[in-house]
Structures are given as C-alpha cells and as structure tokens.
C-alpha cells in the first residue's frame, strides 16, 4: 500500500525536521515536529521508532525546563525499548535519564547511569558522545575518589537490573 510507505516517509522527514531545529536551538520548533512524527509512529505500530523520537523529544523537553515531561518520555521510550528488545533506543533513553538526574542535582545516580551507557556494547555513538560530555561535566564537580566509588557501583549492577529498577521506582 502506498500511502502507508508516504505516511513512513512523513513520519521520518517529521523527525528529521525534529533533529534539525533542536541541532539549531530550536526545541519548541523541535517537539512540535517530534510530536507529529510521533503521532505518524503511533497509527503504524512502529514501535522501534516511537521508542527513538521519544528518547530524541526528551532532550528537547528537558532543555526547555519541562523535567517532568522530559522524564515521562524517557520512561516511556525505555518501557517501550525494553519490551522489543531495542537496547540501543533503551540506552538513548537512559542518557537522557542521566541528563535529567544531573539536573536535579543527583550526580551519583546520573554517573552511575553515564558509566553503564558508556560500557554498553550496544550503545550508539551520537549516545556515547552525548553521555560522554555530561560524564566529562559531572567528574570536574567530584574529588576522583568519589569518582572511583561510583564506577565501582555501576559495574556491579546489571544493565537489566538498572532498567528495572528506573522502570519500577518511576511508576510509583
């Protein structure tokens, strides 16, 4: 069927649009088009990319101050990432998590999180080298000692149990 191939290529050129305005400091331009690329997703099933928009809407939301939303997108594209398996999409997710627990002043939680997304075989690289720059941020605010401690931390918890443990804490 064609017109669900044009509704894909919608969905995409509206999330493309998305990433550009929020490269450009664009974010309330970007969620605008993130939420119809989102809406496109939905009515397809297209799992795989809510999951991604969600993850690439939340920064967008967080710069813009709105933790609270920021943090409900995140939960959800992890949720849905985490249900297909799609560890690449979920990582995204937790960077962003990491994001918004830096902001809130939270820096053990958002390093732990940083490190587990570092180390993480399937992290995509745009996800390393955004956790990279909040990991480099965070380290100059603590004494390398307190910097041992939480990577020690983050090795001993599973990626899995990490998720879980954001997925459950979240929904109270």
Same mark, same amino acid.
């Given at each position: 069927n064609s017109s669900i191939g044009f509704d894909w290529g919608l969905?995409?050129?509206?999330?493309?649009?998305?990433?550009?305005?929020?490269?450009?400091?664009q974010h309330e331009q970007a969620v605008v088009m993130f939420r119809k690329s989102l809406d496109i997703f939905s009515q397809l099933g297209g799992s795989w990319f809510v999951a991604r928009v969600l @993850? %690439?809407?939340?920064?967008?939301?967080?710069?813009? =101050?709105? +933790?609270?939303?920021a943090g409900r997108v995140w939960r959800e594209s992890l949720s849905i990432a985490t249900d297909i398996h799609g560890t690449p999409v979920a990582l995204d997710a937790l960077a962003g998590f990491a994001s918004l627990q830096a902001k809130q002043g939270d820096k053990e939680h958002a390093l732990?999180?940083?490190?587990?997304?570092?180390?993480?075989?399937?992290?995509?690289?745009?996800?390393?080298?955004?956790?990279?720059?909040?990991? @480099? %941020?965070?380290?100059?605010?603590?004494?390398?000692? =307190?910097? +041992?401690?939480?990577?020690?931390?983050?090795?001993?918890?599973?990626?899995?149990?990490?998720?879980k443990d954001l997925l459950i804490q979240q929904s109270v």
């Open positions: 969905g995409t050129a509206y999330r493309a649009l998305g990433k550009i305005a929020q490269m450009q400091g @993850a %690439e809407m939340g920064v967008s939301l967080l710069t813009l =101050e709105d +933790e609270a939303e732990e999180l940083l490190v587990l997304v570092l180390n993480h075989p399937a992290s995509l690289q745009v996800t390393k080298y955004r956790a990279m720059a909040l990991q @480099a %941020e965070l380290e100059a605010q603590i004494s390398p000692t =307190e910097m +041992e401690t939480i990577q020690a931390h983050a090795k001993g918890k599973s990626y899995e149990q990490i998720v």
